[in-house]
Nanobody, 124 residues
Framework: QVQLVESGGGLVQAGGSLRLSCAAS????????MAWFRQTPGKEREFAAG????????YYADSVKGRFSISRDNAKNTVYLQMNSLKPEDTAVYFC?????????????????WGQGTQVTVSS
């Protein structure tokens, strides 16, 4: 069982930066691939970024590539999402997710555990 708690969301102006954190409980955090998804009202939750067990692999949606960076600290059971050059279209609730598969998955139904989400609002 893994419990996930996101933090770090807030209001930022376009062009600004935020860093989201996701703290995980459980002794096997290092054996999970982790990802960040985001969702806006009336739309499906979409994949933003993912990272493998050992941080050896990362993968990004085209919409955030070059602006967002995902990382993890297995000693702290935490995964991060550094978001730079934010745009109003990045406004969403951001969710952290954990998956026991080795490969980074991009679909919501492939993830075993979810956090409650943190709101990110980017003003123009």
């Amino acid at each position: 069982q893994v419990q996930l708690v996101e933090s770090g969301g807030g209001l930022v102006q376009a062009g600004g930066s935020l860093r989201l954190s996701c703290a995980a409980s459980g002794r096997t955090f290092s054996r999970y691939s982790m990802a960040w998804f985001r969702q806006t009202p009336g739309k499906e939750r979409e994949f933003a970024a993912g990272i493998s067990w050992s941080s050896g692999s990362t993968y990004y949606a085209d919409s955030v590539k070059g602006r967002f960076s995902i990382s993890r600290d297995n000693a702290k059971n935490t995964v991060y999402l550094q978001m730079n050059s934010l745009k109003p279209e990045d406004t969403a609730v951001y969710f952290c997710a954990a998956d026991s598969a080795y490969m980074i998955q991009t679909k919501t139904n492939q993830y075993d555990y979810w956090g409650q989400g943190t709101q990110v609002t980017v003003s123009s």
